[in-house]
């Protein structure tokens, strides 16, 4: 597919479809396919922009009494050093923290997210403009926290680039923004082969499994200690390979292919067209 350009998320479901196919017909999981050495990875909770700061302290309370070993602060201008200082001064220097600002900074913004590094934050995630890698390079040059794009990063040549430029220190690799997993493989190469970290796939080749297991983010459902439903691409009714977290842990799935099997109506209500392929 790379001769389209651009439309990654509709790339990635299609690739997605096929390699699923492809493994099924091996009886083989995504898992070994990716050259995955884990049994489970640990998973981490991204947390909203709250109304106060007790709220925020509430939650973040709840989620690790649920067991996520690692915690991710949304926060944007009016809401970054005052939250990220309660949660550490509250839960303690050893807590893995993070911060996501979703492109909400510019450069002009640089001394005050230095003021972040006192904080031995892990890394801070997409503090600007989405594609400025060059901004990007710039901030990091004056601030000690790691630099993670997201966004900024469609495939493996953009994120050579960021890593040249030392725009980024941590690349979060999602399948589903460089156009599937093949692609997401060759991010993580170039990352890995740099000495760059990777977020939130966090060790991907090793997490290496359903695209679900490695989302951060909270699931609405499920409250019972220590075993969070995580939103699964199979229905409630039919689903037996849910991912469930425990000890703040997600199980690398070890069914063929993706692991999790679609749910036919859901399918059918957004089908405009049917082509039938076969593997040979
Ligand atoms: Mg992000």
């Given at each position: 597919?790379?001769?389209?350009?651009?439309?990654?998320?509709?790339?990635?479901?299609?690739?997605?479809?096929?390699?699923?196919?492809?493994?099924?017909?091996y009886?083989?999981?995504?898992?070994?396919?990716?050259?995955?050495?884990?049994?489970?990875?640990?998973?981490?909770?991204?947390?909203?922009?709250?109304?106060?700061?007790?709220?925020?302290?509430?939650?973040?309370?709840?989620?690790?009494?649920?067991?996520?070993?690692?915690?991710?602060?949304?926060i944007?201008?009016?809401?970054?050093?005052?939250?990220?200082?309660a949660?550490?001064?509250?839960?303690?220097?050893?807590?893995?923290?993070?911060?996501?600002?979703?492109?909400?900074?510019?450069?002009?913004?640089?001394?005050?997210?230095?003021?972040?590094?006192?904080?031995?934050?892990?890394?801070?995630?997409?503090?600007?403009?989405?594609?400025?890698?060059?901004?990007?390079?710039?901030?990091?040059?004056?601030?000690?926290?790691?630099?993670?794009?997201?966004?900024?990063?469609?495939?493996?040549a953009?994120?050579?680039?960021?890593?040249?430029?030392?725009?980024?220190?941590?690349v979060?690799?999602?399948?589903?923004?460089?156009?599937?997993?093949?692609?997401?493989?060759?991010?993580?190469?170039?990352?890995?082969?740099?000495?760059?970290?990777?977020?939130?796939a966090?060790?991907?080749?090793?997490?290496?499994?359903?695209?679900?297991?490695?989302r951060?983010?909270p699931?609405?459902?499920?409250?019972?200690?220590?075993?969070?439903?995580l939103?699964?691409?199979?229905?409630?009714?039919?689903s037996?390979?849910?991912?469930?977290?425990?000890?703040?842990?997600?199980p690398?799935?070890?069914?063929?292919?993706?692991?999790?099997?679609?749910?036919?109506?859901?399918?059918?209500?957004?089908?405009?067209?049917?082509?039938?392929?076969?593997?040979?």
């Amino acid at each position: 597919m790379a001769g389209i350009k651009g439309h990654e998320l509709a790339k990635a479901a299609l690739e997605t479809a096929v390699l699923d196919a492809e493994l099924r017909s091996y009886g083989m999981p995504l898992a070994t396919y990716l050259g995955s050495v884990r049994e489970r990875v640990p998973a981490g909770v991204s947390v909203g922009i709250r109304p106060t700061v007790a709220e925020l302290l509430d939650d973040v309370e709840g989620y690790l009494a649920e067991g996520y070993v690692r915690i991710k602060l949304k926060i944007e201008p009016g809401w970054d050093l005052e939250p990220v200082r309660a949660v550490r001064d509250r839960f303690g220097a050893d807590l893995p923290l993070q911060v996501d600002a979703n492109t909400a900074y510019t450069l002009a913004d640089a001394e005050h997210l230095r003021r972040l590094d006192e904080f031995g934050l892990l890394l801070i995630e997409e503090p600007l403009a989405e594609n400025n890698l060059y901004a990007h390079a710039r901030l990091q040059q004056r601030i000690a926290t790691p630099v993670c794009l997201d966004e900024s990063l469609h495939n493996a040549a953009d994120t050579a680039s960021a890593i040249a430029m030392d725009a980024c220190r941590v690349v979060n690799v999602k399948p589903a923004r460089v156009g599937g997993y093949l692609e997401a493989r060759r991010v993580h190469d170039v990352a890995y082969a740099h000495g760059c970290r990777c977020g939130a796939a966090a060790c991907w080749r090793r997490a290496s499994a359903a695209p679900r297991t490695w989302r951060w983010r909270p699931c609405p459902a499920a409250r019972s200690p220590g075993t969070r439903r995580l939103p699964a691409a199979t229905s409630p009714r039919t689903s037996r390979s849910r991912c469930v977290l425990v000890d703040g842990h997600l199980p690398v799935p070890r069914s063929p292919g993706i692991g999790v099997a679609p749910v036919p109506e859901t399918l059918r209500r957004f089908t405009k067209d049917r082509r039938d392929l076969y593997v040979t």
